[in-house]
């Protein structure tokens, strides 16, 4: 029985009878397009509303968390219901499609307000084009004077270099080269990648055996919506990427080995913490794969740095060393625990750094091994141990802002499951994979912190009802554990 027949088949969310499955099947699609036209009309309310840039956003902020329930609405009716079969199935597949680039279109041509950073990408390929090296040069070095314009005026960390690798660079330079200056376009690949993240995920939910409606927890949900086709975030390119990573990686093409590796090196050059693909691509892989997918990830990476080590002479990473050991309000629990540690223990900067940095390798080593060791006794899927990782990367990491969690949305997608049913009980996989959902939805609160005294505020509801419902779901799975082994030495 594949994922997606067990779930639709548990007793706490299947109909009783045929007659009400049908019933159900019968009116999916019509219910469908009416929670679409209700996401259309909250879109719309979010741009007539869209303050302008630098102004107050506490009263938009809360239109777009209300915009969530048709989304929340419309996952429930996919998730408790069956799929709809034959050229049905097709139509609504193509109706979410749809929908999703309907609602980013909406909100397309809107300035970002509630970031600058995506000023920031344009600024780096204006310099870029003009012989200087953003890992360089920060905004207002008096060198680059003669380039400010509109570009720089809204730019923000005017004092340090560029933080954006090679790949991500790429994007921005190909934007400004089809229309210079122009963030609408930047913002318009950036839905067309999220277009082809949509495609890939219907892909891996065919090949899972899955309801490929399913998509939909990603292609309606407003958090990406936002956060890139109307903020402008470069991380819709890691995302596409990633998985399209995974997608070449199942796939039988004769040349799949060196096209996931390279997938794997793009994604890296986009965000660092894609590497850790190789973990779950690799294991029980023939030596020639294996050897194959190194070699084209890592020539990649290489050559991908080359140009700009040779145009800032030697200097390639910029702001990235300072940016990912700062502490900061919007950390991971593991960074916010270490940074409350330290100051507990008193210790200095440099030895805090190092305790630090300890704890992030030693865990990160550890999941990394974990993950290593189940992916190659097949105990584990890739999906599940991609969330797990970059799950982890983000525990660790000295910033966790909303648009960095749009890449747990997909494999939410292919994960989640009931929380509780009848004959199984709690269903650990339903509930940690549920916590992600909650965490990944629920940060953009985040952006009502606005003083140091909120955070804790912010942690109560955010990171603590996460951390309890891990915490549940890996004590009872070590519980069921103890249990099997016992079960097996008898």
């Known amino acids: 029985m594949s994922a997606a027949q067990s779930f639709h088949s548990s007793p706490e969310l299947a109909p009783a009878t045929a007659s009400q499955h049908r019933c159900w099947q019968q009116w999916r699609l019509p219910i469908l397009c009416l929670l679409l036209l209700v996401s259309v009309g909250f879109m719309l309310v979010l741009r007539m509303t869209a303050p302008p840039m630098d102004t107050p956003v506490t009263s938009w902020i809360l239109l777009w968390i209300v915009s969530f329930l048709p989304y929340l609405a419309a996952s429930g009716l996919i998730l408790a219901t069956r799929p709809l079969e034959g050229r049905w199935r097709w139509i609504e597949v193509g109706i979410i499609l749809l929908g999703a680039l309907v609602l980013r279109s909406i909100l397309l041509p809107l300035p970002p307000n509630l970031s600058h950073d995506s000023w920031r990408y344009l600024w780096d390929a204006r310099i870029t084009l003009h012989g200087y090296s953003p890992y360089v040069y920060a905004p207002h070095d008096a060198v680059l004077v003669h380039l400010r314009n509109f570009i720089y005026d809204n730019s923000r960390y005017r004092n340090v270099p560029t933080l954006y690798p090679p790949a991500a660079q790429a994007v921005y330079l190909l934007s400004y080269l089809i229309a210079p200056d122009n963030l609408v376009v930047f913002k318009g690949i950036l839905v067309l990648l999220e277009m082809v993240t949509c495609g890939a995920l219907i892909v891996l939910l065919r090949y899972r055996g899955m309801d490929l409606s399913r998509c939909l927890i990603y292609a309606w949900c407003p958090l990406p919506i936002v956060e890139f086709a ?133 865990l990160v080593g550890g999941v990394a091994l974990v993950i290593w060791w189940q992916r190659q006794h097949k105990r584990i ?90 915490g549940i779901a890996a004590f009872i799975g070590f519980r069921r554990m103890r249990v099997k082994r016992k079960e097996w030495k008898r």
């Not at 797990?388 to 910033?399: K, Y």
């Not at 966790?400 to 969690?405: E, L, Q, S």
């Open 230 to 362: 109307m903020q402008g975030h470069h991380e819709a390119i890691t995302l596409v990427f990633t998985i399209l990573a995974l997608v070449s990686s199942l796939s039988s093409w004769r040349w799949n080995a060196g096209v996931t590796g390279l997938l794997i090196a793009l994604a890296t050059l986009t965000n660092i913490y894609p590497i850790l693909l190789l973990l779950v691509v690799l294991p029980r892989r023939s030596r020639a794969w294996m050897i194959t997918c190194l070699v084209v990830c890592g020539i990649t990476v290489i050559l991908g740095y080359v140009p700009y080590i040779i145009l800032g002479h030697g200097q390639a990473f910029g702001f990235f060393a300072t940016y990912v050991s700062e502490y900061s309000r919007n950390g991971g629990s593991v960074m916010l625990f270490m940074q409350w540690l330290s100051e507990h223990l008193q210790l200095n900067g440099m030895m805090a750094h190092i305790l630090s940095y300890t704890v992030d390798l030693l």
């Open 381 to 470: 899927s890739m999906e599940a141990a991609t969330l797990i990782l970059i799950g982890t990367v983000f525990c660790v990491s000295t910033h966790v802002f909303p648009w960095y969690n749009p890449a747990l949305l997909p494999w939410i997608a292919l994960l989640i499951g009931p929380v509780w049913t009848r004959l199984g009980g709690l269903s650990i996989k339903g509930l940690a994979t549920g916590m992600i959902w909650y965490f990944a939805c629920a940060s953009i609160t985040a952006y009502f912190v606005t003083s140091s005294s909120s955070w804790p505020i912010y942690y109560l509801c955010i990171y603590d009802p996460v951390l309890i419902g891990l």
